[in-house]
């Protein structure tokens, strides 16, 4: 069973940056693409970024140039480094393999204040 533990959100003033972290367990780590996704309230859960086994990375037109994905294939772990974070940035941040498993984590919530 797929265990996705996701941390680092928080309250950060519009320009400023966070980290967010993804711990995944009960996969083999090291041969899945994994994304992080976010959901603003009242929309659709919208995929951001994407990392491939390989660390080939991909991004949402939205967020290119400002969020970083990386991973960490020793320590099971998967970040998003998030700079420059606008008002729209502002949502519940899920990580979930690529394409998106049926089961998520809590997510970890990003609040951007103008």
């Known amino acids: 069973q797929v265990h996705l533990v996701e941390s680092g959100g928080g309250l950060v003033q519009a320009g400023g940056s966070l980290r967010l972290s993804c711990e995944a367990s009960?996969?083999?780590?090291?041969?899945?693409?994994f994304a992080w996704y976010r959901q603003a309230p009242g929309k659709q859960r919208e995929l951001v970024a994407q990392i491939t086994s390989g660390g080939t990375t991909d991004y949402a037109n939205s967020v290119k140039g400002r969020f970083t994905i990386s991973r960490d294939n020793a320590k099971n772990t998967v970040d998003l480094q998030m700079n420059s974070l606008k008002d729209e940035d502002a949502a519940v941040y899920y990580c979930?393999?690529?394409?998106?498993?049926?089961?998520w984590g809590r997510g970890t919530q990003v609040t951007v204040s103008s």
């Open positions: 009960g996969i083999i780590f090291g041969f899945t693409t």
């Open positions: 979930n393999v690529f394409p998106a498993l049926r089961s």
